[in-house]
């Protein structure tokens, strides 16, 4: 990302956080009359964070160079920032002091012990991803549950390609407007954290050149965390499954996330996933029978 690319993301960052605030819900008087602005106008944000105008205009023009912690707290306060707008704003903050530093790669392999781990978890879906939502890693009814999105021949197989780009997304998620909506804004998140990976920059490339909905969720400059929550998927094997997942940051694998789907007892759920277990467990078979065979002969 260049110097002007950041000084771009951090104004339109700031600009749509502000225009989604009116008066009212930041505790300012409403004087009437017909407002210029959508939102908050900018000498309200710099009254509601303690700064000058001058500051705060230098700010949203796209300069966070030298904003110090103190200001940048009371800006996410100002404009009313969850944690993860806050979390970006102070990586935005922090590449503005630093633009051409450079991260590690994601990482789009796992180490033998994290694929033993995940092979452990036996009754449950389970995937490794990376910032840019790879699927590195999977046990084996992580690859049944996945199996349409593992159908893409490019590897590592990629969810959010999945999401804007394949047909087959809208009948799988069934959620879908969610989960299109959540994934950008989770890529989003990340291009913040990596704003130089030049294969999350050929992604987004690639989805705004292919997806209009992509190109609009981008540039709403919104992004979030994903933690845990449901998920409701439309198998092609087993019907639909009402998942409860959790996802988990790999502290000894730096930029990897564990993910694990689980279903309450005693529910269809449940069910639908022993059957996926066990037709996971036949397409394993197909796969080395074949040799197995060879050898024999």
Do not use: C
Not at 96 to 117: F, H
């Amino acid at each position: 990302m260049s110097h002007s690319d950041h000084r771009a993301q951090v104004r339109e960052f700031l600009s749509s956080r502000r225009a989604r605030l009116t008066p009212e819900q930041a505790g300012l008087p409403a004087y009437g009359g017909h407002r210029r602005v959508k939102g908050l106008r900018r000498e309200e944000v710099a009254l509601l964070a303690g700064v000058s105008i001058d500051y705060y205009v230098r700010m949203e023009r796209g300069n966070l160079s030298g904003a110090s912690e103190s200001v940048l707290d009371a800006l996410a306060r100002a404009l009313q920032l969850d944690e993860a707008e806050r979390e970006h704003l102070f990586t935005l903050a922090r590449n503005a002091e630093a633009p051409t530093r450079r991260r590690r790669t994601p990482p789009t392999t796992v180490r033998p012990a994290v694929q033993q781990v995940l092979d452990a978890i036996s009754d449950a879906p389970a995937w490794v991803r990376n910032g840019r939502h790879d699927i590195v890693a999977t046990n084996r009814l992580g690859r049944a549950l996945y199996a349409p999105v593992l159908e893409d021949p490019r590897r590592p197989a990629n969810t959010t390609r999945f999401v804007y780009l394949s047909p087959a997304a809208r009948e799988f998620f069934v959620d879908w407007d969610r989960i299109a909506n959540d994934a950008a804004a989770m890529l989003r998140l990340e291009a913040g954290r990596n704003p130089h990976d030049p294969d999350l920059i050929a992604l987004v490339g690639e989805l705004s050149t292919q997806s209009e909905l992509f190109r609009q969720r981008w540039a709403s400059q919104d992004v979030q965390y994903h933690r845990s929550g449901q998920k409701r998927l439309r198998h092609p094997i087993v019907g639909q499954l009402d998942l409860n997942f959790e996802s988990m940051q790999l502290p000894s694998e730096p930029g990897l996330t564990l993910n694990v789907y689980t279903a309450a007892p005693d529910t269809p759920t449940a069910d639908g996933l022993k059957m996926l277990a066990s037709w996971a467990a036949t397409q394993d078979l197909a796969d080395v029978e074949p040799a197995a065979t060879k050898r024999q002969q």
